[in-house]
Nanobody, 124 residues
Framework: QVQLVESGGGSVQAGGSLRLSCAAS????????MGWFRQAPGKAREGVAT???????NYADSVKGRFTISQDNAENTLYLQMNSLKPEDTAMYYC??????????????????WGQGTQVTVSS
């Protein structure tokens, strides 16, 4: 059974940085998509960034140039480095996985496994 556990959220001031981690267990797939999503209060969940097993990445326009998704296959861990944070980045952040796919979209319907989320709060 695939389990995803996020960590690294917190409260920062605008302009600050955070690095989120997502530890994956029970994950033995050689082909996959993984992604970071976020949901702000009163808003729909949105895809922030995705990465596939080959390392190809995709970002939402709102985070391009500020966020970087990466993975450590040896540690089965997904990361999201977030720099130049803005108050509008405040949200619950989730990691998600879709084993067996290599063409990744930022549509949540594509993803089968989800973590519980980690809160990111950016103050102005």
């Amino acid at each position: 059974q695939v389990q995803l556990v996020e960590s690294g959220g917190g409260s920062v001031q605008a302009g600050g940085s955070l690095r989120l981690s997502c530890a994956a267990s029970g994950f033995t797939y050689s082909t996959y998509c993984m992604g970071w999503f976020r949901q702000a209060p009163g808003k729909a969940r949105e895809g922030v960034a995705t990465i596939n097993s080959a390392g190809y990445t995709n970002y939402a326009d709102s985070v391009k140039g500020r966020f970087t998704i990466s993975q450590d296959n040896a540690e089965n861990t997904l990361y999201l480095q977030m720099n130049s944070l803005k108050p509008e980045d405040t949200a619950m952040y989730y990691c998600a996985a879709n084993p067996g796919w290599s063409t990744c979209s930022r549509a949540e319907i594509q993803y089968n496994y989800w973590g519980q989320g980690t809160q990111v709060t950016v103050s102005s």
